[in-house]
Structures are given as C-alpha cells and as structure tokens.
C-alpha cells in the first residue's frame, strides 16, 4: 500500500482519516519492532558483560583465597637448624595453615643453642655477620653448638619495588628444602653480597648466582624455586609469626627488629660490631658447663660505626 499519491484527492474525508489511522499504526509497529530489538540487543550486552564481570571477580577472589603451599622442608620451626659441619637437622615441611614445630633445647645437654633471626637487606645484621660470623662458625665446626637461622623479610619497603628482603626469604627457604647442608654457605653468601638499603637489591639471577657458589645440589629445581617464589607465602607467614611472638625457647616475646640474636634462650643486646662483647655473652649464656677452650676463638676485630 502507498501513501501520499494523486489518488489521496479522490478520497473522502473519512477515507483520508482511516488511510493516515492506518499509516500510523504501521509505523508505530515497525518503531516497536526495533524498540524490541534494541531492547533484546541491550540486554544480550549487558549479560554478557556482566557474565564477564562475574568471571573476572571469581577469578580474583579464588586466587585471593587460594591455600598457602607447603613450607620448605628442614624448617618445620620456621628456621633451619644446624649442628656440628653446618649439618642440617631434617624436618617435614609445615602443610598449609600448620603451626611451626620449635626445636626441642635440652637445657641438661650442655649443648650451646645460638638462634638468629635476620633480615637479608639489614645492614645491622650485615654487620653483626662480619663481625660474629667466623666466631659463629667455629663453634658450629667444634662440635657442641647448634645455630638455628630464621630468615624473615621486614625491609622490603626499602628495596624499589622489588620485594628483595621476601626474594631473599623464600631464596634462603628453596635452598633449605633441596640443598640443606650448604644452607649455611649460602646464608654466608647473602651477607658477603648484601646489597645496600635503597636499591633494588640482588636480581633473582644474581642470587641464583650465589646458590652456584655455595655449590648446592639440585641447582636447577633451587633456581625455579627462587624464580617462581615457591615459598613466597611461607616467607610472609613465617615473618608475621615471628613479629606476633612468642619465640619458643627463649626470654624473647617477639621480634621486634634484627638481627635478634638469641643465646640458650638470653636475647643479646650488646653491640653488634663488637666481637668481645659477643663471645663474653656467648661465655654468660652458656655457664660453666661450656667448654670454650674446645673452640676456635677469632681474634676481636675494630669496631664499625652502627648503622642508623
């Protein structure tokens, strides 16, 4: 049907009222078919979105819940402990959500009990190596002493971005899980390559590097393992559990900087740049039961200024 012809001038005037009636409701049936369209289109649009939307969500809230991994082995304590020849003692990793397993100190055994809680980018603690560490190992290599080293990673803020006091963590936590008796080597390897405060710190190449040095074995896993953070969660729990407190064996109600330095359960609190003032602490804590003479005593090095 057309409309708007010649032939309009013949119809009458009800003929005309019914031909516009009749165009209009035409037209006002096209417009709602594409109203409906429109309308369809739109909502097809919005579920999509927001089935999008909802997937992104899930998908953001599944990994924000997603269950911590296991703990490196040879730490069920949150630290790895050490005896004579730097010799690991062999432990269970902690499963998820597992609380760490403190080592048992026999206080009769005579047995010197030296626990050190570190950060790997604090140059107190940078310090505190150079200084004691020698010492340190002597009495680890003359028998009748553990060392039990807790990494923790209080610093990261002061590393660029990079995260390298937790890199450093969960570096230290592959080695103790796949390479345990060169953990001491490489503990020795991160202060003797301590980046300043700062910087970006250490990449995970260099420290990867550093575990070549310490000559551990199972290279290649311990590499993907400092690549992929294996135990960046373990890192992150095992320091909050250590800023929380308690420390287990110890007078210590939680760590509140480092190094802490714990000797048969007495927090040192001297200065960390003085050797003397260390083994004469050392002497104090362990009572006369300790037999030092058996031990290889480095000579007191000059002091350094503390860090601030």
């Known amino acids: 049907m057309s409309y708007g012809t010649s032939g309009d001038s013949r119809l009458s005037k009800n003929e005309k009222r019914e031909a516009a009636r009749e165009k209009a409701r035409i037209l006002r049936e096209e417009q709602k078919k594409k109203d409906r369209r429109t309308k369809l289109i739109l909502q097809g649009s919005i579920i999509l979105a927001s089935l999008a939307i909802v997937a992104i969500i899930a998908l953001v809230v599944v990994n924000s819940i997603k269950p911590a991994g296991p703990g490196p082995r040879n730490m069920a304590s949150d630290g790895i402990q ?3 020849g730097a010799i690991a003692t062999e432990t269970p990793g902690l499963k ?4 760490p397993v403190p080592n048992v100190r026999d206080e009769a055994s005579g047995v010197l009990d030296i626990q050190m809680y570190v950060d790997y ?6 310090q505190f190596e150079a200084t004691n560490g020698e010492y340190i190992s002597s009495l680890l290599e003359n028998g009748g002493t553990t060392v039990e080293i807790h990494p923790i990673a209080i610093l990261d803020r002061l590393s660029q971005g990079t995260k390298y006091s937790t890199r450093a963590v969960n570096a230290a ?5 796949m390479s345990p008796n060169q953990f001491y080597d490489f503990h020795n390897q991160l202060f003797a390559n301590q980046p300043a405060e700062n910087t970006t710190g250490l990449t ?3 420290i990867i590097a550093l575990t070549v040095s310490a ?9 993907s393992c400092i690549k992929n953070q294996s135990f960046k969660a373990w890192a992150t729990a095992a320091t909050a559990r250590a800023l929380n407190g308690p420390i287990p064996n110890s007078n210590v109600d939680k760590v509140t900087g480092t190094p802490t330095v714990i000797v048969n359960g007495l927090k040192y609190e001297g200065a960390v740049n003085d050797l003397a003032s260390f083994q004469a602490f ?4 362990a009572g006369s039961d300790f037999n030092n003479s058996s031990t290889s005593t480095p000579t007191p090095t000059p002091s350094a200024t503390p860090a601030g």
């Open 282 to 285: 050392v002497l104090q804590a």
């Open 173 to 177: 936590a592959c080695v103790a899980d």
């Open 121 to 126: 980018l604090c140059p107190i603690c940078g």
């Open 82 to 84: 050490l005896s004579q």
């Open 204 to 206: 995970d190449e260099e």
């Open 215 to 223: 000559k551990v074995e199972n290279a290649d896993k311990i590499a």
């Open 96 to 99: 998820p959500g597992e609380d």
